[in-house]
């Protein structure tokens, strides 16, 4: 029975973990509204396909997918598709990456791939 209770103290930390590990979605008003109704931490990466930039930064970010050292939701924002977005928010280039705890702004970079510097960014909102 012990065995059993250990193994499902397992699982449930895992869970918990899991729950709180980076997710990448594609951006949405509905998306960003409920996470920021919520107190959550969430990040808006301004991302177009032809910016070597862009996919730089994908890159780091896809590999802390699901790392629970690196929590909250990515929303991935169509840079030429989202004019409003990116006159609403200030965002003049691709590659523009801001985090909020809930609706407070707590960091952002514009065409920065360094690794170190992206987390940072996305753990300012912990």
């Not at 909250?72 to 705890?101: A, P």
Request: proline letters at 5%; charged letters at 20%.
């Amino acid at each position: 029975m012990t065995l059993i209770k250990s193994f499902l103290a397992m699982a449930l930390l895992a869970s918990v973990n899991l729950a709180s590990a980076l997710e990448i979605k594609p951006y949405s008003a509905g998306a960003l509204a409920d996470l920021q109704g919520a107190d959550k931490p969430v990040a808006l990466h301004f991302h177009a396909e032809w910016c070597p930039t862009c996919r730089a930064q994908e890159k780091v970010f896809n590999g802390w997918k699901g790392d629970p050292a690196v929590p909250g939701t990515l929303l991935v924002v169509n840079y030429d598709n989202e004019r409003e977005l990116k006159k609403t928010m200030g965002v003049r280039s691709q590659s523009t990456l801001i985090v909020f705890k809930g609706k407070t702004e707590t960091a952002r970079l514009a065409g920065d791939t360094d690794p170190k510097a992206l987390a940072k960014a996305l753990g300012s909102a912990r």
